[in-house]
């Protein structure tokens, strides 16, 4: 299987290996195999790509491992790895999966259809909507880098950290790619709208809010404060400072 989304391409179907191509009406005649004719190519072979993956399911149930606090509640067909640790009053949805050594902090909440990969860690207060994947060694909820010079008045440390009593709240649909890091926020929280995608080692910091079907690419950094609106691209290695608000026209 393969696709045609793109026309300066239309030459080398002549000469493909595929058993069928999907592509637009258009370039159909020009293909010598068969077609699944779709008005977005690429998309259809998105959702089609699915059905070759193959990444084994995970096995529902709790690993003997896993450390869990007894008033923790977990909803239907969960599964949770090896070396987990979920602290207090963390509520689960149905159809979780926790992937081995991951940590889920007091007072989470992870909606239903949620994916955490390996050594994801959410913090304290994080609240996570449903159809989520975060991917292996992310964190959600850390302290950001709030700190006020206190050398000049006599104190015994050059920098006097800022309690960070916000949280992280992400909504519906997102993905979060690996190593990348969301602060919590210093008073208000830190937000993630729907349908947001985020690549590996971005950084998000404190107080950050995005708006749905933003996507931000790997290796940018977001300041403090800043707001990006809806339907945003940050594209690889931007990086934005802070108190911007950045809109899409």
């Given amino acids: 299987m393969s696709f ?8 080398e179907l002549s000469s493909t290996r595929a058993a069928a191509v999907i592509l637009s009406a258009e ?13 977005e190519p690429y998309l259809a072979y998105a959702k089609l790509s699915h059905y070759f993956n193959p990444r084994p ?56 259809n949620v994916t955490l990969m390996a050594n994801v860690i959410l913090n304290f207060g994080v609240k996570v909507g449903s159809r989520v994947v975060i991917q292996s060694g992310t964190v959600i909820g850390s302290d950001g880098f709030g700190y006020a010079p206190s050398a000049l008045l006599g104190e015994p440390t050059a920098w006097q950290k800022i309690a960070h009593c916000g949280s992280v709240m992400i909504g519906d649909r997102v993905e979060i790619g ?3 890091t969301i ?16 690549d590996n080692h971005v950084h998000i910091a404190h107080n950050v809010s995005i708006g749905s079907g933003t996507a931000i690419a790997g290796n940018s950094a977001v300041a403090g404060s800043t707001v990006i609106g809806k339907n945003c691209t940050l594209a690889g290695c931007t990086a934005v400072v802070d108190n911007l608000s950045l809109i899409h026209i």
């Fill in 183 to 198: 602060d919590r926020g210093v008073l208000d929280d830190t937000l993630i709208a729907d349908d947001v995608i985020i």
């Fill in 27 to 39: 370039d159909a005649e020009y293909s010598p195999v068969a077609c699944l004719i779709h008005e």
């Fill in 178 to 180: 690996a190593n990348t």
């Fill in 4 to 11: 045609l989304a793109n026309a300066k391409y239309r030459s």
């Fill in 57 to 112: 399911k995970p096995a529902l149930g709790i690993h003997p491992s896993a450390v869990i606090a007894s008033n923790v509640k977990i909803g239907d067909n969960v599964s949770i790895g090896p070396g987990v640790v979920i602290l207090d009053h963390v509520v689960i949805g149905n159809n979780v999966v926790i992937s081995s050594n991951s940590v889920i902090e007091n007072g989470v909440t992870i909606g239903d």
